[in-house]
């Protein structure tokens, strides 16, 4: 459990103990149990929304992959302006990982 043996998690529980006092040791358990609880709730809402949202999406996704390949169409949507026709004075810099400049090709 979150790697650590049994002998880590006795040293834990030991120490909790002596700061917090058998009685808070309780109290402080169940808020965090709470906390937890309400941590987790958020989280499945956020991923129920998430979902929600992007399921129009996939299924326009997936209706697009079932679409056969029309080459006119391909065209269509090819950009007519691209870094391979550009003149090399036109084409945009672009920033290396070492953060030098260079120009793409």
């Given at each position: ?5 049994f002998?880590?998690?006795a ?15 309780p ?15 958020a ?5 129920q ?30 950009p007519a ?5 550009l003149?090399?004075?036109?084409v ?8 030098t ?5």
């Amino acid at each position: 459990m979150f790697g650590l043996s049994f002998g880590e998690m006795a040293i834990v529980a030991i120490l909790v103990l002596v700061l917090l006092g058998p009685d808070q040791v309780p109290a402080v358990a169940r808020t965090m149990g709470k906390a937890l609880r309400d941590f987790r709730r958020a989280t499945d809402g956020i991923k129920q929304q998430l979902a929600a949202e992007m399921a129009p999406v996939e299924r326009t996704l997936e209706d697009v992959a079932d679409l056969p390949e029309d080459p006119e169409l391909a065209r269509a949507f090819t950009p007519a302006v691209t870094p391979a026709n550009l003149p090399p004075e036109r084409v945009p810099e672009t920033v290396t990982a070492s953060g030098t400049s260079d120009r793409a090709a």
